[in-house]
């Protein structure tokens, strides 16, 4: 193949992928705003079974239970909590949604309640040892980690829903509740809360080795956020108007668009690469913060990914990723 023709492809291919990205970045990194939850709420818990967004308790130790179906931008009631809460966490283990801790009756709440969503049923589980609030819940090989939690505690226990048991794990380096919690290829990264002040810590906890490490700090200090994971980065949403990405690989922070309307204790979920931001209150007070039922959805930027490129079974066009290999 001539020169002229190679270099000629190799600009053709580039101008390609200039085009395909402007068109990703036109589309991407936008909110959206969705349908609204029927109960305003805040300090809520999220979960998602079979792509369906199932929301639970909130302030005033609400019992409602909502789910959200994203493809048809839809909210349906269900069977309420039988010990309704502020402040408790949720995470699925096989289909099966576990309800933990909160504020009940004026007390930090021990309790754990799994619902069952074919069935849309309640049963009571064994309680958590440490009553808390504002915690954060994620799992890993099936095992529950509830992590932090008021009274700033560092305390960290896990459940294990075959055998119904609880068994303390190691603290985390402070004490913090109102963090996030997520998980990337077996490790938990808990991220910024709250201590009498803002916290910027994150630490990544091994259950196999049951030890905390630090990471880089949060970009600001930041509280009553949530978190999801795609791609294996993890989106920090709200806390504020705050967006951002953690990248445990790289231990670095990057910004991302500010959330349409300002939130602090929300629920964030992930569905098909969109992620939900859901609730949530207008301010950070504890006491009597003004809740929101609004939901907005955010596309994550799509990456345009690069394939080498053959000319044919002689001839490697690799202008963009190496060397060009032509004859004359």
Same mark, same amino acid.
């Given at each position: 193949m001539?020169?002229?023709?190679?270099?000629?492809?190799?600009?053709?291919?580039?101008?390609?992928? $200039?085009?395909?990205?402007?068109?990703?970045?036109a589309?991407?990194?936008?909110?959206v =705003? +969705?349908?609204?939850m029927?109960?305003?709420?805040?300090?809520?818990? *999220?979960?998602?079974?079979?792509?369906?967004?199932y929301?639970?308790?909130?302030?005033?130790?609400?019992?409602e239970?909502e789910?959200?179906?994203?493809?048809?931008? *839809?909210?349906?009631?269900?069977?309420?909590?039988?010990?309704?809460? =502020?402040?408790?966490?949720?995470c699925?283990?096989?289909?099966?949604?576990?309800?933990?801790g909160?504020w009940?009756?004026?007390?930090l709440?021990s309790?754990? =309640?799994?619902?069952?969503?074919?069935?849309?049923?309640?049963?009571?589980?064994a309680?958590?040892?440490?009553?808390? =609030?504002?915690?954060?819940?994620?799992?890993?090989?099936?095992?529950?980690?509830?992590?932090?939690g008021?009274?700033w505690?560092?305390?960290?226990?896990?459940?294990?829903?075959?055998?119904?048991?609880?068994?303390? &794990?190691?603290?985390?380096?402070?004490?913090?509740?109102?963090?996030?919690?997520?998980? $990337?290829?077996?490790i938990?990264y808990a991220?910024?809360?709250?201590?009498g002040?803002?916290?910027?810590?994150?630490?990544?906890?091994?259950?196999?080795?049951? $030890?905390w490490i630090?990471?880089?700090? *949060?970009?600001?200090?930041?509280?009553?956020?949530?978190?999801? $994971?795609?791609?294996?980065?993890?989106?920090?949403?709200?806390?504020?108007?705050?967006?951002?990405?953690?990248?445990?690989v790289?231990?670095t922070?990057?910004? +991302?668009?500010?959330?349409?309307?300002?939130?602090?204790?929300?629920?964030?979920?992930?569905?098909?690469?969109?992620?939900?931001?859901?609730?949530?209150?207008?301010?950070?007070?504890?006491?009597s913060?003004?809740?929101?039922?609004?939901?907005?959805?955010?596309?994550?930027?799509?990456?345009?990914?690069?394939?080498p490129?053959?000319v044919?079974?002689?001839?490697?066009?690799?202008?963009?990723?190496?060397?060009? &290999? *032509?004859?004359?």
């Amino acid at each position: 193949m001539k020169k002229e023709s190679i270099w000629l492809l190799t600009f053709l291919i580039l101008t390609s992928i $200039v085009s395909l990205n402007t068109v990703g970045m036109a589309q991407d990194g936008v909110w959206v =705003e +969705k349908a609204d939850m029927p109960t305003s709420r805040s300090f809520i818990a *999220t979960s998602v079974i079979n792509g369906a967004i199932y929301a639970f308790g909130g302030t005033g130790q609400r019992p409602e239970v909502e789910v959200y179906y994203p493809g048809t931008n *839809t909210w349906i009631k269900k069977a309420d909590m039988p010990n309704g809460r =502020e402040g408790p966490s949720a995470c699925v283990v096989n289909n099966v949604i576990y309800v933990i801790g909160g504020w009940r009756d004026g007390t930090l709440s021990s309790i754990v =309640e799994a619902y069952y969503p074919g069935t849309d049923t309640w049963v009571r589980k064994a309680d958590m040892p440490t009553p808390r =609030e504002y915690l954060s819940t994620c799992v890993v090989d099936g095992i529950i980690y509830a992590i932090g939690g008021w009274g700033w505690t560092a305390t960290v226990e896990a459940y294990n829903p075959a055998t119904n048991t609880w068994t303390k &794990k190691a603290d985390m380096s402070i004490n913090r509740g109102l963090l996030s919690a997520s998980v $990337v290829n077996g490790i938990i990264y808990a991220i910024g809360g709250w201590n009498g002040g803002n916290v910027f810590y994150v630490e990544a906890y091994d259950p196999l080795q049951n $030890v905390w490490i630090r990471k880089a700090d *949060t970009p600001t200090g930041i509280l009553g956020h949530s978190a999801c $994971v795609i791609n294996n980065l993890i989106y920090i949403i709200g806390g504020g108007w705050y967006s951002f990405t953690y990248n445990p690989v790289t231990d670095t922070w990057t910004q +991302k668009p500010d959330l349409p309307a300002l939130r602090y204790y929300l629920g964030v979920e992930q569905v098909n690469g969109k992620i939900y931001a859901i609730g949530g209150s207008a301010d950070a007070s504890f006491g009597s913060p003004l809740p929101r039922g609004i939901v907005e959805e955010y596309t994550p930027l799509r990456s345009v990914m690069s394939m080498p490129f053959n000319v044919d079974s002689k001839d490697k066009l690799t202008t963009l990723w190496g060397e060009v &290999k *032509t004859k004359d």
